[in-house]
C-alpha cells in the first residue's frame, strides 16, 4: 500500500499547482519506476498526469491531495472543489 504523507492529507484548499515527477517521486518517498507502477496499476487508482510537455509529466497538487484523502481509512472522499 502505498505510504501517504499526513501532512499533505489536511491540508483544507487543494492547489492548482503543477508538480513535476522528482517533486512526485519526493513526495512520497518514491523512484520513477514505483510511479510508474502506481499509474499503471488500476487497484492503487493513482492519477495519471494532468499535463505531458516534451516527455515530462505534470500533475496537479490537488489531484494527489484527492487521492491521499481517497486513502484514508473508511474511504473518506475529498471536499467539492
Known sequence: MP???RQ?????????QFL????VWQRYSISDV???RWMKDSKIGFPQPAMVVSNRRYW???DLI????SKLPGGEVAEAR
Open 8 to 16: 499533505n492529507v489536511s491540508e483544507s484548499a487543494p492547489s492548482n
Open 20 to 23: 513535476t515527477g522528482p517533486q
Open 60 to 62: 496537479l497538487e490537488r
Open 3 to 5: 505510504r501517504i504523507p
Open 34 to 36: 514505483c510511479l510508474w
Open 66 to 69: 484527492d487521492w491521499e484523502r
